[in-house]
T-cell receptor
């Protein structure tokens, strides 16, 4: 079946630095990928839709300048959390629309 | 916005059936999904159902959809300790504009298995 690989699985960074998270479709091409955020014991909230070759579409309330999304190829989308702050600490999960939406294993971001 | 509701916890005895319920508000939902999340892990697709179906069965899993009441359920037969996880209900609505749409998730039901 379809596999989505997400890296890193966890990262700790200092406040003010930027962190890049990668999401790759391993055995299929994904023109559309999705980025979600999950707070502890909460649901997944859709942050943005990443479209290959065009600008990402952000959900209401998500700062596009803070959460930069790049989808330069059909198999790779990246999410960069810029100038990270402790409130950005969360579990970030990417997904690709293939076989009923396949999800990556998630990235646990901790900003200290 | 659209909403998906689930109970937060369900406790069952090992070997019994588990029934996890979900309600949603989006009348344009096309597909409804059930995902499983184990601690610290990503989401594993368990099953999905198209909105014009009433029921779908896959081994120990049975999905029932009542579109009129916007109610979805997941039944796990012969529940085992390995079924302990958080189960998310999610729906895909029609947002227009073509292309794939993101999912709207419930908060997840934590399934607890008693020995």
């Amino acid at each position: 079946g379809a596999v989505v690989s997400q890296h890193p699985s966890w990262v700790i960074c200092k406040s003010g630095t930027s962190v890049k998270i990668e999401c790759r479709s391993l055995d299929f091409q994904a023109t559309t990928m999705f980025w979600y955020r999950q707070f502890p014991k909460q649901s997944l909230m859709l942050m943005a839709t990443s479209n290959e070759g065009s600008k990402a579409t952000y959900e209401q309330g998500v700062e596009k300048d803070k959460f930069l999304i790049n989808h330069a190829s059909l198999t790779l989308s990246t999410l960069t959390v810029t100038s990270a702050h402790p409130e950005d600490s969360s579990f970030y999960i990417c997904s690709a629309a293939q076989d009923g939406y396949t999800f990556g294993s998630g990235t646990r971001l901790t900003v200290v | 916005g659209e909403d998906v509701e689930q109970s937060l916890f369900l406790s069952v005895r090992e070997g019994d059936s588990s029934v996890i319920n979900c309600t949603y508000t989006d009348s344009s939902s096309t597909y409804l999904y059930w995902y499983k999340q184990e601690p610290g892990a990503g989401l594993q697709l368990l099953t999905y159902i198209f909105s014009n179906m009433d029921m779908k069965q896959d081994q120990r899993l049975t999905v029932l959809l009542n579109k009129k009441d916007k109610h979805l359920s997941l039944r796990i037969a012969d529940t085992q300790t390995g079924d302990s996880a958080i189960y998310f209900c999610a729906e895909r609505g029609l947002r227009g504009g073509g292309g794939a749409d993101g999912l709207t998730f419930g908060k997840g039901t934590h399934l607890i298995i008693q020995p």
